[in-house]
């Protein structure tokens, strides 16, 4: 009887403590900007974002994810609101957040430029020339720390260093 007790006890204490934790993370999402547009048609986003890139001799990064996706949240914050990461930003890519949802999966995107996502998990980055080749392919565990992202390691991501 013992024994059964202390399961239903383990039980209990872990749909609390996951509850907890959604219910933190779901404060968290609510707290950052929603820079992912279900609605958008991704690929002809990303046609228009590679004529602005040809003119401007900049590259396109784009983040795949969507709001649902605490990491994506936090790393979209971090690099528009750190100014030394803002700034390379800013100075070498035009940055586009492709949705990725049940809602809106961009397939025709995903077919043209793939979907590294499906592979690495979200969010995960693709680095397109003003062509649309795609140069490079990030995922995002390798940018993390603890429970965020390690702002040295993003910086030489972005600046084509990693």
């Known amino acids: 009887m013992k ?3 202390f399961i239903a006890l383990l039980c209990w204490g872990g749909t609390a403590l996951w509850s907890q934790n959604s219910e933190e993370i779901s ?3 609510a707290g950052y900007e929603q820079p992912y547009h279900p609605e958008e048609d991704g690929d002809a986003r990303i046609t228009q974002l590679l004529k602005q890139a040809k003119k401007e001799h ?4 784009v983040q795949i994810g969507g709001n649902w996706c605490v990491w994506c949240l936090r790393f979209n914050h971090l690099v528009t609101t750190t100014p030394e990461l803002k700034s390379i930003l800013d100075k070498k890519y035009i940055f586009y957040h492709l949705n990725f949802s049940p809602e809106n999966k961009n397939e025709k995107a ?3 430029y793939g979907n590294p996502g499906a592979q ?3 969010p995960s980055f693709l680095i397109l020339n003003e062509k649309g080749d795609v140069l490079f392919t990030q995922k995002s565990e390798d940018l993390e720390s603890g429970k965020g992202y390690d702002v040295k390691k993003v910086k ?5 260093r990693l």
């Open 3 to 5: 024994k059964y007790f």
């Open 27 to 29: 404060k968290e999402r």
């Open 58 to 61: 900049k590259k396109v990064l």
């Open 110 to 112: 995903f077919k043209k």
């Open 120 to 122: 690495y998990g979200y």
């Open 156 to 160: 030489k991501f972005l600046q084509g």
